[in-house]
């Protein structure tokens, strides 16, 4: 299970930190992605974390503002949202999958994933 937290409304520039709190499974094994969506549109992958918390990657739109971060001790991993801008506006939800190593792929295909939290929105406004 996956829950996770944080959204709420910003201005232009300012920061959110949003938090995906993992529960019933080992994980240490599990790459965790954030993915973003906004109604009528296709589930964007925003970023992704290896199983370690030592590799991340991250969508063209969000490199250089957004920090992701895995806390294995707590279940939890941060998404640090910086410098919003109101395209930054959308649903975002953390999923897990089995694995060790990121690649581009876990950004691109939300299918690969097979556990979802349930969403959290992040309003940015200009």
């Known amino acids: 299970q996956l829950q996770a937290s944080g959204g709420g409304l910003a201005q232009t520039g300012e920061s959110l930190r949003l938090t995906c709190a993992a529960s019933?499974?080992?994980?240490?094994?599990?790459?965790i992605g954030w993915f973003r969506q906004v109604p009528g549109k296709e589930r964007e992958g925003v970023s992704c974390?290896?199983?370690?918390?030592?590799?991340?990657l991250y969508t063209n739109s969000v490199k250089g503002r957004f920090t992701m971060s895995k806390d294995n001790a707590k279940n939890t991993v941060y998404l640090q949202m910086n410098s919003l801008k109101p395209e930054d506006t959308a649903v975002y939800y953390c999923?897990?999958?089995?694995?060790?190593?990121?690649?581009?792929?876990?950004?691109?295909?939300?299918?690969?994933?097979?556990?979802w939290g349930q969403g959290t929105q992040v309003t940015v406004s200009s």
């Open positions: 999923a897990a999958v089995r694995g060790i190593r990121v690649t581009p792929s876990l950004l691109e295909r939300s299918s690969k994933y097979g556990y």
């Open positions: 019933g499974f080992n994980f240490d094994y599990y790459i």
């Open positions: 974390i290896s199983n370690s918390g030592g590799s991340t």
